[in-house]
C-alpha cells in the first residue's frame, strides 16, 4: 500500500550513476544478487578475514594490525575533523601502536579479560583507540552517548559492571565524578585531559600520562568468535533500553556487509555519521570501514546541514552512511541548500535506523543524483540484514532484500504458539530471520528468559512488522508495538507518516493509535511542519484532506495536532510511545533516552 511495491518505481539507479560517473565507478561487489546469495556461505566469507597469528579472532586485529604491516600500513585510518577547524590523522600503522599502547596500559592497570571498558566522549580519536586497544586486551567494550545525563550512565554503568571508564575531563566534572560512590565496581577513570594539558584529578588517571610509557608492541589476547567483545544498550525506543552482548565474530557480519552492502571499495573515503556510542556508529563508525581497509572520516561536530555538504566535497567522501532524521532535515532546508558544493566522489549512499521515506529516497536523487539506500537491522542483530545493494533496483520505501548469508521470512504466531512462515506475498506479519549469521547477539545482559523469548526455532523474531512482495523485497509496516488497529484493519504508521511526508508542508510526521469506543483505536497524527508554513485550521483540514485521498478514510489519520519538534532518542528515532502516553496522559515511562522534549 505505499504504493511503489508493485515494482513500478523500481529503477536502475547503478546505470544512471555509473554514465554520470564515467569511468570512476567501480565495479560493484555484489553485481549479481541471486549469484551471489547462492554462492554464499560464512565458512567461506571467513576468508575474508585473517585470524589471529596463533588462531582465533578479535576485531582488533581485523580493523587495524592485519592491514599495519600491509600494503596499507600507510594509509590514513582515520581522518578527524574537529569543531574547531583542527585536523588530524592516524595512518594504519599509527593506529595500531596506539592501540597497542593503550592495551598495554589496560594490562598495567590489572584489567582482566572479559571486564568492561566504558567509554564516554564525543567523536574524538582517542575514543577509537579506546575502543579498538580494548578489544585487543580482550575487554568488553561499552560505549555511552556522551549526551547522556548522571542517571543513565549510572544505570548502564552500574547493570554493566562497569569496571573501566574513559572518559573527558569535563563529562567527568559535568557527570561522573558525583556518582563514583555508587559504582564501586568502577577502578579505572582514565580522563582525556583538555588543550593539550594532562588533567590532574584525584582518583582518575591522566590518559596521555597513562600511554606515554607503554610500549607500542602488544601481543593480542587470544580471543575467539564467540568471546565477549561488545555491550550495546538498545536506543530504548520502545520502552527500557536492553542489553544487548555481542563476540568478536561479529566482526565477520561486519566486513562482509561493508563489502557487499556498502560496497566499500580499497580507495574508497567513507562517512558514517552515527556517533559510535550507538551501534552503528560502533559498527559502521569504526569496524566495518576499518576491517575494509578504507579511509575512515570522523567528524566531531553535531549535525549541520551546510557543514555536511562541506565534508562531502571537501573529503571527497565516496561512500556516505547517515539517518532518515538527517535526511529529513536536509530536506527541510531544500535542494538550494546543496547549489553550491560539488561531490563528484559521492557514489554510494546509505541509511538506517528508521524507516526512509519514498520521499526521501526520491529526494536523493533529485538533489544528489542517487537515491539514499535504505537498509534494516537492530542492536540485537549486530550489523545490517536487509539492505538495498549498489547494483540494484531501489524500490524508494523498501528496506530491500535479505544480505548474502541470511534468510529472512514473514512470520505469524499461531494460536497454539507455532510459528507459520508466510509465503504469500504481501502479507504483513513479523520480520524473522533464520539464525546462522555470525553477529547474531549472545544474550541479553541479566535478562537471559526475555533474550529466550526472541527466538522460536531456528527463527530469531525482530519484533517487527514488514511485508515482502513478489521481488523478494521488504516492506517495513511498523514496530509490533506501534500498529494501530482500527475497524478491523491494521494500520502501520509508517505508511501514514510517509504519506503525510508528500505534502509540501510536512517536515515530520508521527502516528499513533487512539483508543476509540466505535473503531478500537483511530489514527492520531502529530506534524512538524517546514520552514515557512504556519499551523492552521485550513492547513489541518487540508492535510486531513490529502491523507484521506492517500490512504483511503479507513486508514487515514482521524486528528491531526502540529508540533514543533516530535519527541526522538538522540540516535534520533521518532518516540512514538512517548506521542501516544502524552496523549493519553499515561505513564511516561524511561525518559533516558529522550532527546528533544518539546511538546
Ligand atoms: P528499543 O529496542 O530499546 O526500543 P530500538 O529498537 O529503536 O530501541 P535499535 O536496535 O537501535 O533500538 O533500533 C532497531 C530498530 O530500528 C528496528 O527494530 C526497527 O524498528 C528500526 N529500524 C532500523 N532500521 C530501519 C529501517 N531501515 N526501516 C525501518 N525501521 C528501521
Ligand atoms: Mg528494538
Not at 527500557?240 to 556498502?262: D, M, N, R, S, W
Not at 505469524?412 to 530471520?433: F, Q, S
Not at 517536515?507 to 515557512?532: R, Y
Not at 486508514?555 to 496523549?583: C, Q, W, Y
Request: charge should be negative.
Amino acid at each position: 500500500m505505499n504504493g511503489q511495491d508493485n515494482g513500478d518505481a523500481a529503477r536502475r539507479v547503478y546505470d544512471v550513476i555509473a554514465k554520470h560517473h564515467s569511468a570512476r565507478l567501480p565495479a560493484p561487489h555484489l553485481d549479481d544478487y541471486r549469484r551471489v546469495c547462492a554462492e554464499f556461505s560464512w565458512e567461506q566469507a571467513r576468508g575474508m578475514l585473517s585470524g589471529l597469528p596463533g588462531g582465533g579472532l578479535n576485531i582488533a586485529h581485523e580493523a587495524v594490525d592485519r592491514h599495519a604491516t600491509g600494503a596499507r600500513a600507510e594509509r590514513v585510518a582515520l581522518r578527524w575533523l574537529g569543531r574547531t577547524g583542527l585536523r588530524r590523522t592516524l595512518t594504519y600503522r599509527e593506529l595500531r601502536d596506539d592501540t597497542n599502547r593503550f592495551a598495554n596500559a589496560l594490562r598495567a592497570l590489572g584489567v582482566q579479560p572479559g571486564e568492561r571498558v566504558f567509554v564516554l566522549a564525543g567523536r574524538v580519536l582517542e575514543l577509537y583507540v579506546a575502543v579498538l586497544g580494548a578489544f585487543k586486551a580482550g575487554a568488553v567494550v561499552c560505549p555511552l552517548f556522551s549526551a547522556f545525563g548522571p542517571e543513565p550512565l549510572a544505570t548502564r554503568m552500574s547493570l554493566g559492571d562497569a569496571r573501566v571508564l574513559v572518559t573527558t575531563q569535563t563529562l567527568y566534572a559535568r557527570k561522573v565524578g558525583a556518582l563514583r560512590e555508587r559504582l564501586p565496581g568502577l577502578r579505572h577513570v582514565i580522563l582525556l585531559g583538555e588543550d593539550n594539558a594532562p588533567s590532574r584529578v584525584a582518583g582518575t588517571h591522566d590518559w596521555a600520562t597513562l600511554l606515554a610509557d607503554q610500549s607500542s608492541d602488544f601481543d593480542i589476547v587470544p580471543t575467539s568468535a564467540d568471546t565477549l567483545a561488545l555491550l550495546h544498550f538498545t536506543s530504548g525506543t520502545t520502552g527500557q533500553p536492553k542489553g544487548a552482548l555481542h563476540a568478536h565474530g561479529a566482526v565477520l557480519t561486519h566486513h562482509v556487509t561493508g563489502h557487499y552492502v556498502l560496497d566499500l571499495h580499497d580507495e574508497d573515503v567513507f562517512w558514517c555519521t552515527a556517533d559510535p556510542g550507538w551501534v552503528t556508529g560502533m559498527s559502521y563508525g569504526i569496524i566495518a570501514p576499518l576491517s575494509n581497509g578504507v579511509t575512515n572520516v570522523v567528524v566531531e561536530a553535531e549535525f549541520d546541514a551546510q557543514s555536511w555538504y562541506g565534508v562531502l566535497q571537501d573529503e571527497a567522501v565516496s561512500v556516505w552512511y547517515t539517518a532518515p532524521t538527517a535526511i529529513r532535515m536536509m530536506m527541510k532546508l531544500g535542494r538550494e541548500a546543496l547549489a553550491a558544493y560539488r561531490m563528484p566522489r559521492l557514489r554510494f549512499m546509505a541509511s538506517v535506523g528508521e524507516p526512509l521515506n519514498p520521499e526521501a529516497v526520491v529526494w536523493g536523487m533529485e538533489a544528489f543524483g542517487m537515491p539514499f539506500h535504505d537498509n534494516w537491522w537492530q542492536t540485537e542483530t549486530g550489523g545490517i540484514m536487509i539492505g538495498n545493494f549498489a547494483a540494484q533496483d531501489v524500490k524508494p520505501g523498501s528496506m530491500g532484500r535479505p544480505i548474502p548469508g541470511v534468510e529472512a521470512a514473514i512470520v505469524k504466531r499461531t494460536a497454539d504458539g507455532a510459528l507459520e512462515i508466510v509465503t504469500m506475498p504481501g502479507v504483513e506479519g513479523e520480520l524473522a530471520l533464520k539464525r546462522g549469521w555470525p553477529s547474531l547477539m549472545r544474550d541479553y545482559l541479566n535478562e537471559h528468559a526475555r533474550y529466550e523469548k526472541c527466538f522460536a526455532g531456528e527463527w530469531y523474531l525482530s519484533g517487527d512488522l514488514a511485508r515482502r512482495d513478489a521481488d523478494g523485497y521488504f516492506w517495513f509496516v511498523g514496530r509490533a508495538d506501534d500498529v494501530i488497529k482500527s475497524a478491523g484493519h491494521l494500520i502501520g504508521p509508517f505508511e501514514v507518516e510517509s504519506a503525510l511526508m508528500e505534502h509540501p508542508a510536512v517536515a515530520e510526521a508521527g502516528v499513533i493509535g487512539k483508543p476509540d469506543p466505535m473503531a478500537g483505536e483511530v489514527v492520531k497524527a502529530f506534524v512538524a511542519l517546514k520552514a515557512g508554513f504556519e499551523a492552521s485550521e485550513e492547513l489541518r483540514k487540508q492535510l486531513l484532506g490529502h491523507a484521506r485521498n492517500r490512504l483511503g478514510a479507513a486508514v487515514a489519520p482521524r486528528e491531526i495536532a502540529f508540533r514543533d519538534n516530535l519527541p526522538k532518542t538522540r540516535s534520533g528515532k521518532i518516540m512514538r510511545r512517548l506521542l501516544r502516553a502524552r496523549e493519553l496522559g499515561l505513564p511516561e515511562g524511561d525518559l533516558s533516552t529522550l532527546e528533544s522534549d518539546e511538546r
